[in-house]
């Protein structure tokens, strides 16, 4: 799985389809292929490396492969090591050809019928089992392209997104999706395929998505597309070039921006990683079933943000996976004689994957006896996720901004996806996790919604003009999240911001409570929230003005020493991300009316190299 290009013109498309490839390396890869179609006869001719798109690029030159119709793909291995055998694109019969990004989750029993029938398997991969039961319901010509890839998604198990090419057929593309997203672009006789439409920025501005469990036939002139056995229209949509990240495309600054791209972000995140009943581990690289059958305990090691984030990560791997875990600052870790438990799993998250204490980290942690190290990590040719184990990486695209924002969130989107896997082998039933698949699911809709609130928090950031000092408040997980959100006004505002867990005013935090000082709280409605509604009590009755970020199905009310804004309820395990959002919006809104370099905030880097 990665990253798919396909094409059909009157023009030849090698060309095209390299560069398509190019402009999606930023999503990380280890092998690249293209399959194009040509001759009055429709010979297909397909090319495959191990390595860069330049790699790629250079034996395309050399073969003098050219062709009108082609597909062409970036794969980062899932199912069988970095090889040229197992790049894509796959071919049967030497006449069906397909590109896949996703996992198919029963492939193994399909295999095995398909070996039964006389298919010989060349390579270790998932894919090869859809092209050749393509090829196996097109024997004869009886049955179109479209049919044959209609016919065989009705028996695939988890998420995929296909593009196919038949040299028997060589006047289209069929391409199907679910759980992988996919688009259509839209040209004056010819049209393309991407898996983002960054790939085809070069050629069109006009794009179809396609929709879940949608099936499409392209050709030259034409595009349709069918949804449950019926033909349907989707819209055309005009999307501006995106080649260019450093373009605030409307909005005042970077940061703004990328709060409000964490809705998308965090579904790109999630796609072909889960399906609607389960997170397909084999995400995680061809190393980690076997790794985490091995986990008794998990270390995780990070810096600033992306600190907080493996804090909550905590919180979960201990109530969902029931496994044991310790997070560090990575900047002390290795200055420490640790001490490391048996079937111990080393994490180490960070976005840019250049940060020299988490890097330092990692290389003092190689020295120990840790089962194996995995990188979360926004940034595919990182140094981070060269020198690990293996890695998951946030689909966060660029992040500009100083203060991460959806860098945090996509962390623990994965964070969570990561225990739930690790859930698995500690008891975590099948119907258990298909309902937290099913909560994950709702996520990017959730914070869609959390970020409508903006108005009310620009107005409500008013009454931070004159403040130098605050505090944060929140229970169990959510004292991670109220660190998050003080880091955050500290880093684009300048006003001195703590956090702390709410139990704790008691033992010296209250002695700064006064009207003068704003006391910001998160309060989602869970086992916390009696205990939490006691604490807040403490900050009132001392004069104390509060600010309550609340779940709606609380009712919280507002008084003269409280102001609450609330959220959408939400099932617990999303607490996290949905209550950071007011709180990154909260820093923003209180930094315009200080007036502040929001991204680029004094004294500040996006990425810190040096110790």
Known sequence: MCGIVGAIAEREVTGILLEGLKRLEYRGYDSAGVALISGAKGKTHI?????????????????????????????????????????????SGDEISIVHNGIIENYEVLREKLSAQGYVFKTETDTETIVHLIHQSRKGGKVSLLLAVQRTIRKLHGAYGLCVIDSTQPDQIIVARSGSPLVIGVGI???????????????????????????????LNSIEVWHGGKKVRRPVTTVQNKTKAAEKGGYKHFMLKEIHEQPQVIQDTLDGRVSSTRVLEEAFGIKAGAIFDRVKNVQIVACGTSFHAGQVAKYWL??????????????????RDIIVQPGTLFVAVSQSGETADTLAALRYAKKKTYIASLAICNVATSSLVRETDFCLLTMAGQEIGVA???????????????????????????????????????????????LKLSKEIKKLSKQFSNKQHSLFLGRGIQYPVAKEGALKLKEISYIHAEAYPAGELKHGPLALVDSA???????????????????????????????????????????????????????????????????????????????????????????????
């Open 47 to 91: 090319v495959k490396t191990v390595g860069k798109v330049k790699k790629l690029v250079g034996a395309a030159r050399k073969s003098n492969i050219r062709g009108k119709l082609g597909i062409a793909h970036t794969r980062w291995a899932t199912h069988g090591r970095p090889t040229v055998a197992n790049a894509h694109p796959h071919n």
């Open 189 to 219: 006789g010819e049209n393309f395929v991407a898996s983002d439409p960054l790939a085809l920025g070069q050629v069109t501005d006009r794009f179809i998505y396609l929709e879940e469990g949608d099936t499409a036939k392209v050709t």
């Open 318 to 335: 201990e109530s969902i996976a029931k496994i044991s875990c310790q997070v560090d600052i990575a900047s002390d870790y290795r200055y």
């Open 404 to 450: 991460s924002t959806k860098a945090f969130t996509t962390q623990l989107s994965l964070l969570l996806i990561l225990s739930i896997v690790l859930a698995r082998r500690t008891g975590l039933q099948p119907k258990q996790e298909a309902k937290l698949v099913k909560e994950l699911a709702k996520l990017p809709a959730l914070v869609e919604k959390a």
């Open 517 to 611: 000082m704003p006391v910001i709280a998160v309060a989602p409605n869970n086992d916390l929230l009696g205990k939490l509604k006691a604490n807040l009590a403490e900050v009132s009755a001392r004069g104390g003005k509060l600010y309550v970020f609340a779940d709606e199905s609380i009712q919280y009310k507002s008084d003269r020493s409280c102001e609450v804004i609330n959220l959408p309820n939400c099932p617990d395990i999303l607490d996290p991300i949905v209550f950071t959002i007011p709180l990154q919006l909260l820093a923003y809104h209180v930094a315009i009316i200080k007036g502040t370099d929001i991204d680029h905030p004094r004294n500040l880097a996006k990425s810190v190299t040096v110790e």
